[in-house]
């Protein structure tokens, strides 16, 4: 694992400036640490404030580029506006990587940086990421894949250095929670926002809210099951408040992309 950071680190002194793509979560912020200390300020992390986003994930990433003095920019991104997206196909995370990579190429070149580094890590390249085609496509470079940095030893590594996001739960975009083919509106997008933050604050760790039209499907881990079902009349009422008319817990529990298994069975 220290062999690992330590080509990291060489790979990226090769670089003569870098824009990181960086949202605040697991790997991005290891990424973006790595990056600081090694570039100084021939590095920008750049955040994208999106639908796509709850504001809370935005305002994190923001706390810890002012903590880690890193320099910091914030761009609006709409994808909201792509039709290519909105349809959601299962190639909707190419469409949305592809435009938002476009923009982060502008800036760096704007800033005279050669480089744009996004926080793939080696975890992720055996994963269903229609992302990576555009990664792979406009030249973009992974540093911690590239050195095989997997997610756990991202987190080891992320603690051992007491960085703040070491153990902080897995993030996706909220399109992830609707079943592909179902339009992408921000009506949607909103209501699993308030429904997931409605649930994290019982408290509830690691959870997501997957909306069937209708249906909402909470994946939560196994043990706290039991958190779910003794508040089960608040959840249902607030729930339905939002305009879920069923609210239902998955049995199998949380899991990275369950919305993918579909996909599988094709």
């Known amino acids: 694992m220290q062999n690992k950071l ?14 990181v793509a960086y949202s605040g979560g697991v790997d991005s912020t290891f990424l973006a640490w790595v990056a600081h200390s090694v570039l100084q ?18 305002n994190y990433a923001k706390k810890l580029a002012k903590q880690f003095s ?70 973009i470079k992974s540093p911690l894949a590239e050195v095989k940095l ?8 992320s603690k051992q250095y007491n960085l703040p996001t070491w153990d902080k739960p897995a993030f996706a975009c909220l399109a992830s929670r609707l079943p592909y083919g179902e339009q992408i509106t921000a009506e949607k997008l909103a209501r699993i926002e308030q429904a997931e933050s409605f649930l994290r604050a019982l408290p509830l760790k690691q959870l997501r809210v997957r909306c069937h039209g209708k249906l909402a499907r909470i ?26 008319l069923y609210v239902t817990l998955d049995l199998q529990g949380y899991r990275t992309g369950s919305m993918n298994e579909v996909l599988k069975d094709k």
């Open 150 to 157: 997997t997610k756990a030893e991202i987190r080891a590594l």
């Open 219 to 244: 994946e939560v881990a196994p043990e706290e099951h039991n958190k779910i079902l003794s508040n089960a009349a608040e959840i249902t009422a607030y729930l339905q408040k939002l305009g879920f």
């Open 41 to 58: 300020e021939r590095v920008l992390m750049v955040t994208a404030v999106s639908p796509l986003h709850p504001s809370s994930e935005h």
């Open 70 to 139: 890193f320099p910091h920019q914030i761009i609006k991104t709409n994808e909201l506006e792509n039709e290519l997206f909105t349809a959601n196909s299962p190639e909707r995370c190419y469409h949305c990587k592809k435009a938002l990579l476009f923009r982060l190429k502008a800036i760096a070149a704007q800033k005279g940086f050669t480089d744009i580094f996004d926080g793939t890590n080696y975890d992720d390249l055996a994963d269903y990421r229609p992302g990576l085609q555009a990664v792979k496509e406009l030249g």
């Open 6 to 19: 330590t080509q990291l680190k060489k790979n990226i002194a090769a670089s003569k400036g870098a824009v």
